[in-house]
């Protein structure tokens, strides 16, 4: 890669370093807001059925099929846990953290009710599986195919910055062994 695009993506990483530290730093405001108000809060939670009843049929129609698709979530969830225990040391690939992307905490606010709270341990864990498999798919990528493609990605997952150029033949042949390892930037 170039030495400016380089230092884009090193100015990039700095911004999302600081937005989340920004992040963290709201949240925490927040959270000592919510605590000051939690007694006013809990006055106004509605009850499960009252949640339920501001649905329409079709949506509460829908919820089996919402619901029935945490089977699959399930088996991929332990399916990618193995390959990547498996294969991940044979290639020396760094593992993914699951715990840094199944984070199981909204579920557990105060002022939702039950019904809601198992909907946010749902999504929580579904959308936080689907980031887990997506970083260990990255990494795999990266080992086996760093190529970026000829057309551009709506949304390039981490490891997309580390790959070849599509149709740069010359730094593939040169660089690829480096570059199938280089997850030195990888905390």
């Known amino acids: 890669?170039?030495?400016?695009?380089?230092e884009i993506i090193q100015q990039i990483s700095s911004l999302?370093?600081?937005l989340l530290d920004e992040f963290q730093k709201k949240e925490k405001e927040f959270l000592n807001k919510i605590e000051n108000e939690k007694v006013d809060i809990k006055k106004n939670v509605i009850s499960s059925i009252e949640y339920l009843s501001t649905f329409s049929l079709i949506?509460?129609?829908?919820?089996?099929?919402?619901?029935?698709?945490?089977f699959p979530?399930?088996?991929?969830?332990?399916?990618?846990?193995?390959?990547q225990l498996?294969?991940?040391?044979?290639?020396?690939?760094?593992?993914?953290?699951?715990?840094?992307?199944?984070?199981?905490?909204?579920?557990?606010?105060?002022?939702?009710?039950?019904?809601?709270?198992?909907?946010?341990?749902?999504?929580?864990?579904?959308?936080?599986?689907?980031s887990y498999v997506r970083e260990i798919a990255a990494r795999t990528e990266q080992f086996w195919c760093p190529i970026k493609h000829s057309?551009?990605?709506k949304d390039r997952?981490?490891?997309?910055?580390?790959?070849f150029d599509y149709g740069d033949y010359k730094q593939y042949k040169k660089e690829l062994e480096k570059r199938r390892s280089d997850f030195k930037d990888i905390k």
Do not use: A
């Not at 979530?73 to 390959?83: A, E, L, Q």
């Open 1 to 6: 890669m170039s030495d400016k695009i380089d």
């Open 157 to 163: 997952h981490s490891r997309y910055n580390n790959f």
């Open 16 to 18: 999302e370093d600081e």
């Open 73 to 83: 979530i399930i088996i991929i969830d332990i399916f990618v846990t193995i390959y």
């Open 151 to 153: 057309k551009p990605l």
């Open 86 to 130: 498996v294969c991940f040391p044979l290639y020396k690939i760094p593992k993914v953290k699951r715990k840094d992307y199944v984070i199981m905490d909204r579920h557990t606010l105060f002022y939702l009710d039950k019904f809601q709270k198992v909907n946010c341990w749902y999504c929580e864990y579904f959308n936080g599986v689907v």
């Open 59 to 70: 949506t509460i129609i829908s919820l089996p099929f919402i619901w029935m698709m945490i």
